[in-house]
């Protein structure tokens, strides 16, 4: 249990516009992994805000079948924000009309700290930060354009000598985005490296709007360490909550002061089955999305799996050879028996039954 102290009391709500968030976690929007499936455990869990994989504004547009299939989102998740990208600040805000109309989002986030080149390169995602005047000009269409509560997503900078976050912040802030959700990395570095929280706690001084951190949260003690350390309105998840959904409900436990029992092999287990399993029901609805699809719903499911299934089994000894024979594993079953092999290895359940 981590000790409750002043630097983790549990942090007022977050307000962003109309919308109010209790408990101010937000799960990041990660591509390839914040489908609805992990976004509904992660909420049940104690995710006060869960956000979509980046969708592309010309996608949503032609409500291209793959975009549609990312903007999938039920009752139980919410609130959930939908995170856009796109360089034409017009594009963008019809984009962002087209997704409230949907009627299932609670904001609308825009992404300006992608550093993917296909991203990149047509002038969105990180690219954004160049022109501070576009990214203003964008949030004050989009605002124009919905009533939905409009937030950014950025970093501190391209590379060391662009580090151009409190002109960038300034900016969004100016254009009217009602949250800023810093990754404070580079985008030169990707997703490594130390992230720098002295840059997020002065950006935090400099703006008036809630500011939530992300980067550099690796486990529940690192959320009150961050606000501690930067003054934060909220804290933002990535890549700790794979494998992990339980940290939102750790981080809530650490900020009022109660233990948080840790999970149980039986727990891990059942919380495996339920995502597998929601994942393939998901892939099932996919598949009228679609059409051409090399693999079956469950054989997609299973190998879209691998990166939750890898972190949720993270640390036990027989997570070597499940890595190894991966590309063996095609239904729910092959998946449950390879879990059971990792949680409990077979000499270990023998020596049980023989009750040695
Ligand atoms: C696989 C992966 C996919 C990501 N996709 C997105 C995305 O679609 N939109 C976005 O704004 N950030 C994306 N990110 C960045 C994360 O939202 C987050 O900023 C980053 O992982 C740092 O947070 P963490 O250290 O808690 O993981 C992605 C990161 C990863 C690892």
Not at 2 to 8: A, D, M, P
Not at 90 to 119: S, T
Not at 134 to 161: C, F, N, Q
Request: proline share 5%; aromatic share 4%.
């Amino acid at each position: 249990m981590v000790e409750s102290t002043e630097n983790n009391l549990k942090p007022p709500p977050l307000r962003i516009g109309e919308l109010t968030i209790d408990r101010p976690t937000v799960l990041a929007p990660m591509a390839g992994l914040t489908d609805l499936p992990f976004r509904l455990l992660c909420a049940r869990h104690g995710c006060g805000l869960v956000m979509t994989e980046v969708v592309n504004a010309q996608g949503v547009l032609r409500a291209s079948s793959q975009t549609m299939c990312y903007l999938e989102a039920c009752a139980q998740e919410r609130p959930v924000g939908a995170q856009l990208y796109g360089s034409d600040p017009q594009v963008m805000a019809e984009a962002a009309a087209r997704i409230e109309a949907l009627g299932r989002f609670d904001l609308i986030d825009i992404n300006c700290g992608c550093p993917v080149p296909k991203i990149v390169n047509k002038g969105a995602g990180v690219a954004l930060m160049k022109q501070p005047g576009i990214i203003a000009e964008m949030i004050r269409l989009i605002r124009a354009a919905v009533d939905l509560p409009v937030t950014a997503k950025t970093r501190i900078g391209l590379s060391p000598d662009e580090v151009n976050i409190s002109e960038v912040a300034h900016a969004i802030e100016e254009g009217g985005a009602q949250m800023l959700a810093i990754h404070a990395r580079l985008a030169a570095v990707k997703h490594s490296g130390p992230a720098d929280w002295d840059l997020m706690a002065l950006i935090k001084s400099q703006r008036q709007i809630p500011i939530v951190g992300n980067g550099g949260i690796e486990c529940a003690a690192d959320a009150g360490a961050m606000r501690a350390a930067t003054g934060v309105d909220g804290v933002m998840i990535g890549r700790a909550a794979v494998g992990n959904p339980w940290i939102f409900e750790e981080i809530i436990a650490m900020w009022e002061g109660r233990s948080f029992k840790p999970v149980s092999l039986e727990d891990r287990r059942r919380m495996i089955e339920e995502h597998l399993l929601n994942l393939i029901a998901h892939f099932e609805k996919k598949s009228e999305y679609h059409k051409r699809r090399r693999y079956g719903s469950e054989q997609s499911a299973c190998r879209h799996f691998r990166t939750h299934l890898i972190k949720y089994l993270k640390g036990h000894p027989g997570i070597g050879k499940l890595i190894k024979h991966l590309e063996d594993i095609h239904s729910a079953g092959d998946v449950m028996v390879a879990v059971d092999d990792v949680l409990w290895p077979k000499s270990c359940s023998e020596q049980l039954a023989s009750g040695a």
